[in-house]
């Protein structure tokens, strides 16, 4: 089963809103969680890396007042959007790295995504 | 910087084998992983190799040569649903900061 959960996965809203996007980590946890945003048709792009009691780290082009991030537990971080206009219109998308074990050798876990559509 | 190189769109027969090739250029390496995603859906985790050679998952299989920073992804016995776009991603630290390749559209045709 799902070890990262994201929510909400659909977002509509108007512009001017801010939206809140909830990704944790559900049975292990993570100090440290990314976030992504992709275009339709495009790579995942890093946007920022989660801290757990510490400031976000952004990538070079990302506006942090735009873009808050807060990691409040070990299991818990949030994306909030900020005015969010049609532009900022895309899939976001977590991960929280994992060690490897026994039952799978994968190093980083999605959740499964947020669609925003900002009308 | 940071580039990865993959070819943008690959076509396939049912029951063929694919190769997708990944090419990467990074000031680190941890290790590289290979994720598939359907149209609308989050990155599903395939392989992933930290270490040289090949590591078989079913299916597939992904291979790694560090010393020619390259790996490919292996589909052999391919069907349809294994149309979706294919992402190569290198990994930094043990944190996992990771890059994402461009992407591989890959069709496959009956």
């Known amino acids: 089963g799902a070890v990262v959960s994201q929510h909400p996965s659909w977002v509509i809203c108007k512009s001017g809103t801010s939206v809140k996007i909830e990704c944790r980590s559900l049975d292990f946890q993570a100090t440290t969680m990314f976030w992504y945003r992709q275009f339709p048709k495009q790579s995942l792009m890093l946007m920022a890396t989660?801290?757990?009691?510490?400031?976000?780290?952004?990538e070079q082009g990302v506006e942090k007042d735009k873009f808050l991030i807060n990691h409040a537990s070990l299991t818990l971080s949030t994306l909030t959007v900020t005015s969010a206009h049609p532009e900022d219109s895309s899939f976001y998308i977590c991960s929280a790295p994992r060690e490897p074990d026994r039952d799978s050798n994968q190093p980083q876990h999605f959740g499964d995504g947020t669609r925003l559509s900002i009308l | 910087g940071q580039s990865l190189e993959q070819p943008s769109e690959v076509t396939a027969v049912e029951g063929a084998i694919v190769q997708i090739n990944c090419t990467y250029q990074?000031?680190?390496?941890?290790?590289l992983s290979w994720y598939q995603q359907h149209d609308g859906g989050a990155p599903t985790f395939l392989s992933y190799n930290a270490l040289d050679g090949l590591e078989e998952t079913g299916r597939f299989s992904s291979f790694l040569s560090r010393s020619d920073s390259y790996g490919y992804l292996l589909l052999q016995e391919l069907q349809m649903k294994d149309s979706a776009s294919y992402f190569c991603a290198v990994g930094f630290d043990y944190g996992q900061n990771f890059v994402f390749g461009p992407g591989t559209r890959l069709s496959v045709l009956p």
């Open positions: 990074t000031s680190g390496f941890y290790g």
């Open positions: 989660s801290n757990e009691g510490s400031k976000a780290t952004y």
